[in-house]
């Protein structure tokens, strides 16, 4: 019975991803300007592939490939190379070109019909003629991701692999020029689709599935795979300051809104599942599989509260933060630790609500701070909340009070309110 689930759930992991991935292609041979103007022939500098290109333009990138090429040295390759393909008389003809361009277009084909694994050897074909193809190499770590089963999918692979294009586009093109940079969009916006379609795929899992070891293994695992590649394409477009490119800020702050969502949805499970098992649960081993990893928690908390930062900072009235708001309100407060750590459910968040409903709650004094408390505090963080200051006004005192009530026995695991 579990192998037919995981089978199922792959089945619909990998075919959710294939149904988006024309998406993909597009964002590699998006045109722009003007169709009806005259277009010269060229050859792209990185895998050989004939081009028809716009002369007028400074750069472009290659639908083949994916790499980002500078026009008139496209067009120069092709006067030096294809021109003289006809001269027989001493003329040497090179057919580097023409066979990365059919291996290309048969790892194209094989990702069109799913076939991840084939694809995968195409572009592992073409790196054995060119190493530094950076199409290639971007093409090779995505298949090679995707063709992988859910549960042993890993994120470490692709990102490691996305660098070294990065690098390998920097020593072709500077950091401040057109080329790169429409190279580094292109590669955001991929990493934003394929991290998207596995954050959706794995939500809906969790949500289609009994809860058992293998189904909840595959939503932390698939979860943790796509927010690594939101988290990449964010730490890109900052990185190498895309934000003033056109619709680089509405593809930063989308990737910023999903992980909140997912990661929220991730840290909530981990700690409920966490709190619930302590034993053997059905026929899996032991319940301690399902304890809390401490610094796993940790990086993607912070991953959580950064996220959290930069929507309250250029997006202040996105709905997941107005969900974090309104969980606040129905939950009974905690407005400020709520608006400074980024959640109502995190361990220091958890802390203090204890503090409130095992300690202050006992007595006449704390329950007229509580009121007091719940009286100013939303107003506080209604007009104040946004900005940098608030936040270095109440950390501090809020992270020492943490501190102080953590030392004296205040547990930081999961909590439910009292009444």
């Excluded at 028809?52 to 639908?63: H, I, L, S």
């Excluded at 692979?157 to 920097?170: R, Y």
Aim: charged residues 25%; negative net charge; contains cysteine.
């Amino acid at each position: 019975m579990i192998y037919s689930l995981l089978d199922l759930t792959q089945d619909k992991l990998l075919s959710i991803c294939c149904a988006n991935y024309n998406i993909i292609q597009r964002l590699y041979t998006r045109e722009e300007g003007n169709k009806n103007m005259a277009l010269v022939n060229a050859v792209c500098t990185s895998c050989g592939a004939a081009l028809e290109v716009d002369n007028q333009k400074e750069a472009a990138v290659c639908p083949h490939c994916g790499a980002a090429y500078i026009v008139e040295k496209a067009i120069i390759n092709y006067n030096t190379n294809y021109n003289t393909i006809n001269n027989y008389d001493g003329a040497t003809i090179n057919v580097t070109g023409t066979k990365i361009e059919n291996l290309l277009v048969l790892a194209k084909n094989a990702q069109d019909t799913n076939a991840f694994e084939e694809a995968h050897e195409y572009y592992a074909r073409v790196l054995e003629v060119n190493p530094h193809h950076t199409g290639a190499i971007i093409g090779k770590a995505f298949n090679g991701l995707l063709k992988e089963p859910p549960m042993s999918m890993s994120s470490f692979g692709v990102l490691k692999m996305l660098d070294k294009a990065v690098h390998i586009e920097l020593e072709k093109n500077p950091e401040d020029s057109e080329a790169f940079r429409q190279f580094m969009l292109s590669q955001c916006q991929l990493l934003d689709t394929v991290a998207r379609n596995l954050a959706l795929t794995s939500l809906q899992i969790f949500a289609e599935h009994p809860v058992d070891l293998e189904t909840i293994h595959l939503f932390w695992n698939t979860s943790e795979v796509a927010l690594d590649l939101f988290a990449k394409g964010a730490y890109f477009i900052e990185g190498f300051s895309l934000l003033g490119e056109e619709n680089a800020m509405e593809l930063y702050l989308d990737i910023q809104q999903y992980i909140v969502i997912v990661d929220r949805e991730l840290l909530k499970t981990r700690m409920a599942i966490t709190q619930i098992v302590t034993g053997p649960f059905g026929d899996s081993p032991r319940g301690e599989e399902f304890s809390l990893d401490a610094e796993t928690h940790k990086r993607y908390l912070g991953l959580y509260n950064y996220a959290v930062e930069k929507l309250k900072e250029y997006m202040p009235d996105a709905d997941c933060l107005q969900e974090e708001e309104e969980t606040a309100q129905t939950s009974g407060g905690c407005y400020v630790a709520t608006a400074i750590y980024g959640s109502y459910d995190c361990p220091e968040v958890w802390i203090l609500r204890r503090f409130r409903d095992l300690y202050l709650r006992n007595f006449l004094w704390g329950r007229m701070l509580i009121k007091s408390y719940y009286t100013i505090s939303p107003g506080l963080v209604r007009y104040f909340g946004r900005y940098k200051l608030f936040d270095r006004m109440f950390r501090p005192v809020l992270d020492r009070l943490v501190n102080r009530l953590y030392k004296k026995g205040y547990s930081d695991s999961n909590y439910k309110d009292i009444g």
